[in-house]
């Protein structure tokens, strides 16, 4: 049994060295199991519950890639994160890319009642987890989704080229500019400048920290996204009270979305770009509710279809693609368009 050990860490190893060493080989192998979800779905028995296994493994190996690269790329003391942030962080990503999974399997082992019991407990352990964040710790005031997003493998692979070794030598404890008294202008410093083949042409940065929110604001900020949180079970209790395609669920979750997103925009100046950016986000998934019941069954539905048809019926080539689209779209619609899902 101990051999069996030894060879597994041994090939352990070795396979976080090659990832370490190869993102840009790994990057295709992990698109391959990505897809492959896709064309598992209705081709076998239990096509649903097989293609969503899957994509969340697919999901998962690249998250766990990324973590093996990031530690990689980073000394041990560049990580300012605190470890229970950290491992609260790993745990909502690790949730958010198996919930659906997690779903399928309770409805199909113990039917529409399983279902529901786990989409409880799975909301209310990432409600939790999100207010833990929100409330205790100090740089995460607007939660992304997922709360550790992929890695930016080739931003990293360019930042620990060789020909940046001694550029990074110099920024080491330091911001990369310097500002003119008079005319206020950046400009870069001389060491800091990286080689010719391997610059971005940018300005260059101050390292500036971002301007922290007045007290009135940050209150009105920590509202918002609690506000934000606590939408999956609202949405949930009415959907227990009213039904699961009733108007009043719908507009409710519709209403906490708005008057969240309202908020955070009456105080957008002090947030951070990335902040800014998850913001920028969560307004474009408002979209989502033209998807979602009853807005899709009585609208959406019939629209979709006139569209496909139409496209299928006028545009050469195109009539199978359109078919197969219309034929899955209403399966998307019940497994994926939940309100609890963004």
């Not at 352990?12 to 060295?17: H, I, M, N, T």
């Not at 330091?174 to 800091?192: A, D, F, P, Q, Y």
């Not at 920590?222 to 039904?243: Q, T, W």
């Amino acid at each position: 049994m101990s051999s069996v050990l030894i060879e597994l860490q041994s090939l352990f190893k070795r396979y976080v060295e090659w990832v370490s060493s190869n993102p840009s080989q790994l990057a295709d192998v992990e698109l391959t199991a990505k897809w492959l979800s896709y064309f598992l779905a209705g081709k076998i028995n239990n096509s649903s519950a097989v293609s969503e296994l899957v994509y969340s493994l697919s999901n998962l190996l690249v998250f766990f890639n990324d973590r093996i690269i990031e530690k990689a790329s980073r000394k041990a003391n560049d990580d300012t994160t605190q470890p229970v942030e950290r491992h609260l962080k790993v745990l909502l990503t690790t949730l958010e890319y198996c919930e659906v999974f997690i779903e399928l399997s309770a409805h199909k082992l113990w039917g529409s009642r399983g279902r529901w019991v786990f989409i409880a407990i799975i909301q209310v352990i990432k409600c939790i987890g999100r207010l833990f964040l929100t409330l205790y710790c100090q740089n995460t005031k607007i939660i992304r989704n997922p709360p550790i997003p992929s890695l930016n493998r080739k931003t990293i692979q360019e930042a620990h080229s060789p020909d940046n070794a001694s550029f990074r030598d110099n920024l080491a404890g330091e911001s990369s500019g310097i500002v003119l008294k008079r005319s206020g202008r950046v400009m870069r410093k001389v060491n800091c400048s990286p080689s010719l083949a391997s610059r971005t042409w940018k300005p260059p940065t101050m390292g500036s920290v971002p301007p922290q929110p007045a007290e009135y604001g940050g209150k009105l900020l920590v509202s918002a996204e609690m506000l934000y949180i606590a939408k999956p079970l609202i949405h949930l209790a009415c959907m227990r009270k009213f039904g699961t395609k009733s108007w009043a669920s719908y507009l409710l979750a519709l209403a906490v979305d708005s008057a969240s997103l309202r908020m955070y925009y009456k105080n957008r100046v002090v947030l951070s770009k990335e902040q800014r950016v998850e913001l920028s986000r969560r307004c474009v998934s408002m979209l989502l509710y033209l998807m979602r019941s009853p807005f899709y069954d009585r609208y959406t539905h019939d629209k979709i279809a006139s569209l496909l048809n139409g496209i299928g019926n006028n545009v050469p080539l195109t009539g199978t693609i359109a078919r197969l689209i219309l034929s899955y779209i209403p399966h998307w619609q019940e497994t994926y368009f939940y309100m609890w899902s963004t």
